[in-house]
């Protein structure tokens, strides 16, 4: 069982990460761009796609002690929900946060959770975000939608069943594959 937690962990997160993070540049072709101009944002675009587009929205923890937070008393044995995606967007923690900013530093995001529950292969997933994103730099132009993105129905994992783009390949070369 823990192996099999251990690949859904580490593939459909990073799947729908990445699916996300491209779509999230495709509304937003002035950061595509910006990105190509200056691949230095690349770990930094890492970590914001990450922020952005975190797949795991939630977890459920039950409190093992009497704790106070925001003004909400907390007991133990309660259960208590953490809503990632949630704290992602927390604007006492983000200076603007709805808008995608590829140099956002510091960024503290809580993609890979925190603490005794933070991700075991935060690192494996920063490297696979980063290096299909690098490929992608050095191959495209553009990207576009080719068709509807269809997300998955979950009300734990923000997936996706289908997003089809289109890719300009860079200067006359062969288009990736869509």
């Known amino acids: 069982?823990?192996?099999?937690?251990?690949?859904?962990?580490?593939?459909?997160t990073t799947r729908n990460t990445i699916t996300a993070g491209l779509v999230a540049l495709v509304e937003r072709p002035r950061e595509w761009t910006r990105l190509q101009d200056d691949r230095s944002l690349l770990p930094t675009a890492v970590e914001e796609l990450l922020r952005w587009a975190s797949s795991t929205t939630y977890n459920r923890r039950t409190a093992t002690a009497d704790v106070e937070r925001?003004?909400?008393?907390?007991r133990a044995g309660d259960k208590v929900v953490l809503?990632?995606?949630?704290a992602n967007f927390d604007e006492r923690a983000f200076p603007d946060p709805f808008t995608l900013?590829?140099?956002?530093?510091p960024n503290p995001h809580l993609a890979f959770g925190a603490g005794t529950h933070f991700c075991?292969?935060?690192?494996?997933?920063?490297?696979?975000?980063?290096?299909?994103?690098d490929g992608l730099l050095d191959r495209v132009d553009s990207v576009d939608?080719?068709?509807?993105?269809?997300?998955?129905?979950?009300?734990?994992?923000?997936?996706?069943?289908?997003?089809?783009?289109r890719c300009r390949p860079r200067d006359g070369g062969d288009p990736p594959a869509t």
Do not use: C, Y
């Open 120 to 133: 075991l292969g935060a690192a494996l997933a920063r490297l696979e975000i980063r290096l299909v994103f």
């Open 145 to 165: 939608l080719a068709g509807p993105v269809e997300r998955t129905r979950s009300n734990k994992h923000a997936g996706f069943r289908h997003a089809p783009v």
């Open 83 to 86: 809503w990632w995606q949630s």
């Open 101 to 105: 900013d590829l140099a956002r530093d």
């Open 1 to 12: 069982m823990f192996f099999n937690l251990l690949l859904a962990a580490g593939s459909e």
């Open 70 to 74: 925001h003004g909400e008393r907390i």
